[in-house]
C-alpha cells in the first residue's frame, strides 16, 4: 500500500500512462483521483470523480471518492450528499458511514453522526476510529458512560486513541 508521497506520484503517473490508452476506465480513473487526494490536489481529485460519476453514475466508490475529498476541503453539506448516495447503492460501506459521520460532528450534528458511527461498528466491530468518534460524540452530548466505553475500546484497539480517552473522559 502506498505510503510515500512518491509512492502516489508513481501512482499518479502509472494512472495517467493508462488513461492515455483506456481514457474512460472508471477504476484507474478512482485510483488516479486517490492518488491526487494523497497528494492534496483535491479539486482535481473530485474532478476525475466526476468524469467517473459521468460514466457510471451508480457506482459507490467514486461517490466515497468525492465525498472524502469535499470532505477535506470542509464542504460538508455537498460531502453528507455524495457520501449517502454511496450509501444508497451499497449499504454496507463502512468507510462511507464513518466519513458521513465526521461530516456531521464537523457541523456539529453530533446527534446524527452517532447512528453512522454505530452502524460501521454493528458492520466491522474492530473499527477502532469509529469507536473513537462515536465516543467523542457521546462527550459532545454529555453521556459519559457512552464516551467512556467506546473511547475505552478505540483504546484497545488502537493505542493513539489514548489521547482522546484522556481528553474526553479523564479531564
Keep these: 500500500m502506498p505510503r510515500s ?4 506520484r508513481a501512482m499518479l503517473e502509472e494512472a495517467n500512462a493508462l488513461l492515455a490508452s483506456t481514457p474512460g476506465d472508471v477504476q484507474v480513473l478512482l485510483v488516479r483521483a486517490k492518488a491526487k487526494s494523497q497528494l492534496k490536489d483535491y479539486d482535481a481529485a473530485i474532478a476525475d470523480c466526476n468524469t467517473a460519476l459521468r460514466l457510471a453514475p451508480t457506482h459507490a ?11 477535506k476541503m470542509k464542504q460538508y453539506p455537498a460531502a453528507i450528499t455524495d457520501l449517502t448516495k454511496a ?10 458511514l464513518f466519513g458521513r459521520g465526521v461530516a456531521r460532528m464537523q457541523t456539529l450534528n453530533f446527534r446524527a453522526a452517532v447512528p453512522d458511527f454505530s452502524e460501521a461498528i454493528r458492520l466491522d466491530s474492530t473499527y477502532a476510529d469509529a469507536y473513537e468518534y462515536r465516543g467523542i460524540c ?9 464516551a467512556k466505553a467506546d473511547l475505552e475500546k478505540a483504546a484497545q484497539l488502537n493505542p493513539k486513541a489514548e489521547r482522546s480517552l484522556r481528553r474526553y473522559v479523564e479531564q
Design 5 to 8: 508521497s512518491n509512492d502516489y
Design 61 to 71: 466508490s467514486a461517490l466515497y471518492q468525492r465525498g472524502l475529498n469535499r470532505l
Design 87 to 96: 450509501l444508497q447503492y451499497n449499504p454496507q460501506y463502512k468507510e462511507a
Design 138 to 146: 457521546y462527550a459532545s452530548l454529555n453521556k459519559t458512560a457512552e
